[in-house]
């Protein structure tokens, strides 16, 4: 969903809205440099997988609600995709405990994060911001983008579709913010697609001068 190529996966790189997913805790294992950052990493391993456990029914039903909306071909069913998603976090779970020791989960939400100006050389962004448009107003967006853009050399953010299936009506507004702020945003063609459209991701960089 972010096009990573073998260079990209050897920078720097922090996560923000990970959650209980396995990119941290997999690229760790294959040598990689990235944090990630979450709410959720205030409690312990028994409280994430009791609460995953608790919305996962949740979940799968509201999936199988709106199953025309996905293409079923990197997961086969609903089923294979719940089963994909709780090994993750098992992964993630196993991970996380030591991972937490070294920095690599950080208890932060967006719009501010506890890093230094270009600390990083990519920030990656997945189905938190332009998904839950809804919930995230455009100022939190935009000074969200703005943040990862402080903290981070590349930003890149993906879906760009909200959770109807629409693109995000955020999505123009920020670009405009952006621009006027003189941060460099394009959307770049993803392989990835789950989502039914979702096939791109934003890139956004701070202008050097
Ligand atoms: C749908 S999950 C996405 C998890 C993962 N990025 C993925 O693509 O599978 C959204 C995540 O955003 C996190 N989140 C909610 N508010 C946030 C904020 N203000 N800053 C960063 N993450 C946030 C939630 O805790 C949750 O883990």
């Given amino acids: 969903m972010f096009s990573l190529s073998d260079g990209d996966l050897e920078k720097t790189i922090v996560g923000c809205g990970d959650g209980p997913a396995c990119f941290n805790a997999e690229l760790t294992a294959r040598v990689g440099n990235v944090v990630s950052i979450d709410p959720i990493y205030q409690f312990d391993v028994k409280a994430i997988r009791s609460r995953v ?7 799968m039903d509201q ?30 779970l196993a991970d996380y405990p030591k991972g937490k020791l070294e920095g690599r989960y950080v208890n932060a939400m967006l719009p501010k994060l506890p890093f230094a100006n270009k600390q990083f050389d990519l920030a990656l962004c997945s189905h938190y911001l332009f998904l839950y448009s809804e919930q995230v107003s455009l100022d939190e967006h935009v000074s969200s983008i703005l943040e990862l853009c402080r903290v981070a050399e590349e930003v890149r ?5 909200s959770l109807d299936g629409q693109e995000s009506e955020q999505l123009q507004p920020v670009m405009s913010v952006l621009s006027e702020k003189g941060i460099l945003v394009s959307f770049k063609e993803v392989a990835y697609q789950f989502q039914k459209g979702a096939v791109e991701m934003l890139v956004a960089k701070t202008q050097k001068i």
């Fill in 63 to 92: 999936l199988q609600k709106t199953k025309e909306k996905y293409i079923w071909e990197n997961f086969s069913s609903i089923e294979q995709l719940g089963s994909t998603r709780m090994q993750a976090m098992e992964s993630f």
């Fill in 53 to 59: 456990n608790t919305v996962y029914p949740e979940i």
């Fill in 157 to 161: 953010v993906y879906p760009l579709l």
